[in-house]
């Protein structure tokens, strides 16, 4: 195929490169191949999307260093900070979980939130300095951990459970942080990464066959351009990297093997005046659901069983598919594999619950609350799978195509 590439653009999970039109306002196109949507026009993306950062890094401070609940037993009072979880879970020796939350909830949100702050006001006046491409492709990596939106869930959670042992009531600084996760959010439906791209640096005119595309911003490029640095992004350009398959099926497989303890092992401990009691994720769910808490109990369930088992099923499918080079069911493979690289992140709302509790059940001998080993096992399955699924090169799942399609 001739011609310019500029309404050229490939699809980052099949690889296949299509004729793009000029799209209407919220309208979106959507890859003929594999069904990903490969553009979304939004309208006033820019203003929009530099409220939302500005207002998000302003409530940052308040929503991570504030107390979000104040619990009240016999007269005697605990604040539970994000913060306070983080200094918990280190004081009792529990550093990976410590660790967890401190990146996801707070230094990745907010590393996120000022690259994008950085890419925008950049774009606003008209800026390109050399590491605009480098700054954007960073806070697209960080998007997929930066939880603040898990961790409200995680907080509600922690709210009802804490509910039926004191009394509790939400903060100044709990609310903040409500609209914080809602403004995080908000961000990540404003933006459209395809958009951003072309804002940051118009495709360059390309005569000739294009048959390989980006990996950082899909930009379509000649085949001469494989193992060179693309023009818009720096990415380093490759057909299909082929050692991502077997460093997807690595985590995948410590996945599996973590995926037991985390399961058989207690995830809490409490001990409550003269009785202790240990807990495990099947174990928390079943108390919620004792206590009439219906709603939370089928959000723990969903997120904390369900969520990591279709994660190890699916990904072994696709991966085991991949590896046999199957064209079998590529479509179904296909959505489930997008599902899955989406969904993977809110596994992590067991572990949120967790960190909050051990910080706000601190009462001596009337009780207290520590994380148990089955908790580090089931965070190392979360952060195991989303780098399987995020190392993974979907293309490989699909014969090699340069099609450009009229759509």
């Not at 919220?26 to 890859?31: E, N, V």
């Not at 009792?92 to 950085?118: Q, S």
């Not at 911003?217 to 057909?239: D, E, F, I, N, T």
Request: hydrophobic content about 50%.
């Amino acid at each position: 195929m001739s011609g310019r590439a500029d309404d050229r653009l490939g699809c980052l999970e099949c690889g296949l490169i299509q004729r793009l039109p000029e799209l209407a306002p919220r309208q979106k196109a959507i890859c003929r191949q594999c069904g990903m949507t490969v553009l979304r026009h939004c309208p006033n993306q820019m203003r929009t999307g530099m409220a939302l950062i500005l207002s998000a890094i302003i409530l940052s401070a308040p929503s991570l260093l504030e107390p979000l609940f104040v619990a009240n037993v016999f007269g005697h009072q605990r604040f539970s900070a994000v913060f306070t979880g983080v200094t918990s879970l280190w004081t009792d020796a529990w550093w990976p979980l410590a660790l967890v939350v401190l990146g996801f909830v707070i230094v990745i949100p907010m590393v996120w939130l000022c690259a994008l702050l950085f890419v925008f006001l950049c774009l606003e006046y008209q800026a390109r300095p050399p590491s605009l491409p480098y700054v954007y492709r960073a806070a697209e990596t960080l998007n997929a951990w930066a939880m603040p939106d898990v961790f409200l869930v995680g907080a509600a959670v922690a709210y009802a459970r804490m509910n039926s042992l004191a009394s509790v009531a939400i903060t100044d600084g709990g609310w903040c942080f409500f609209t914080f996760a809602f403004l995080v959010m908000a961000i990540r439906s404003t933006i459209d990464s395809a958009e951003i791209w072309n804002a940051i640096g118009s495709p360059p005119a390309v005569e000739g066959n294009v048959s390989l595309i980006c990996p950082g911003c899909a930009l379509a490029l000649p085949s001469s351009s494989s193992g060179k640095r693309c023009p818009r992004c720096k990415s380093m350009v490759s057909a299909r990297r082929s050692l991502a398959l077997d460093s997807a099926v690595a985590c995948l497989i410590a996945a599996y093997l973590l995926y037991i303890p985390a399961n058989l092992l207690p995830v809490l401990r409490i001990a409550h005046l003269n009785s202790n009691f240990s807990t495990t994720i099947l174990g928390g769910v079943w108390d919620l659901a004792k206590a009439g808490m219906w709603p939370l109990a089928v959000i723990v369930f969903a997120a904390s069983i369900v969520i990591p088992t279709v994660k190890l099923i699916g990904l072994t499918w696709c991966l085991t598919g991949t590896r046999q080079a199957g064209t079998s069911h590529l479509i179904e493979r296909a959505r489930l594999y997008r599902v899955i690289d989406r969904i993977g992140r809110w596994s992590n709302i067991d572990v949120f619950v967790i960190s909050i509790l051990t910080a706000l059940i601190q009462f001596g001998a009337i009780g207290t609350a520590q994380a148990g080993a089955g908790a580090v096992a089931f965070g190392a399955v979360v952060v195991l799978t989303m780098l399987a699924s995020r190392l993974f090169d979907s293309r490989l799942m699909w014969p090699e195509t340069v099609s450009i399609h009229e759509r």
